[in-house]
Antibody, heavy 120, light 109 residues
Framework: QVTLKESGPVLVKPTETLTLTCTVSGFSLSHATVGVSWVRQPPGEALEWLAHIFSNDEKSYSTSLKNRLTISKDTSKSQVVLTMANVDPVDTATYFC????????????WGQGTLVAVSS | EIVLTQSPGTLSLSPGERATLSCKASQSLSNRYLTWYQQKPGQAPRRLISGASNRATGIPDRFSGSGSGTDFTLTISRLEPDDFAVYYCQHYGDSPPYTFGQGTRLELK
């Protein structure tokens, strides 16, 4: 059974760095045909793709957030970590991690999401 | 950057009716990596259609996807009460960002 679970702070202050962890089970981060993406959704707004990472350490980032995002993985811990530097209140959102399949490049399994508020 | 424009923004229909949702890309998606997702309030999105037209496992056959190039369509042949939700398309084109459309809200008339 494939599951993903996001964890991280509920509240972050402006200018701080946000660190989110996605812990996966039911598949290995070393598998060649899958990876993990991060997607966020501000309250009442649309989904926004942020970044992904594959087993070969191939990474891609949102062009608008590229300078602030870092994605990494720890295969032994089955975790993918996303850091976002210099957060702002507009970064308040629910952050989802999802498994991406190289077959159709789709997000086939999703975590439940974690709501992060940025406020002083 | 490829921009996906979904229309209409809101679609008001009744159970039993047919729903047609559009997703238009600003550039041709030569690889057809276009996915449709359904999202209900307070839930994570759920994959419906991959590769523009392939129904995901467990998705009822009343959902179908079509299209290529820049024009893609999600059709729900006979709406059921459980289908009223927000629908998003997303592309995985040649290069990032792999954007989502702004969504179509399917609401009960």
């Amino acid at each position: 059974q494939v599951t993903l679970k996001e964890s991280g702070p509920v509240l972050v202050k402006p200018t701080e760095t946000l660190t989110l962890t996605c812990t996966v089970s039911g598949f290995s981060l070393s598998h060649a045909t899958v990876g993990v993406s991060w997607v966020r959704q501000p309250p009442g707004e649309a989904l926004e793709w942020l970044a992904h990472i594959f087993s070969n350490d191939e990474k891609s980032y949102s062009t608008s957030l590229k300078n602030r995002l870092t994605i990494s993985k720890d295969t032994s811990k089955s975790q993918v970590v996303l850091t976002m530097a210099n957060v702002d209140p507009v970064d308040t959102a629910t952050y989802f991690c999802a498994r991406i399949s190289r077959v159709d490049y789709d997000l086939d399994y999703w975590g439940q999401g974690t709501l992060v508020a940025v406020s002083s | 950057e490829i921009v996906l424009t979904q229309s209409p923004g809101t679609l008001s229909l009744s159970p039993g009716e047919r729903a047609t949702l559009s997703c238009k890309a600003s550039q041709s998606l030569s690889n057809r990596y276009l996915t449709w997702y359904q999202q209900k309030p307070g839930q994570a999105p759920r994959r419906l259609i991959s590769g523009a037209s392939n129904r995901a496992t467990g998705i009822p056959d009343r959902f179908s996807g079509s299209g290529s190039g820049t024009d893609f369509t999600l059709t729900i042949s006979r709406l059921e009460p459980d289908d009223f939700a927000v629908y998003y398309c997303q592309h995985y084109g040649d290069s990032p960002p792999y954007t989502f459309g702004q969504g179509t809200r399917l609401e009960l008339k």
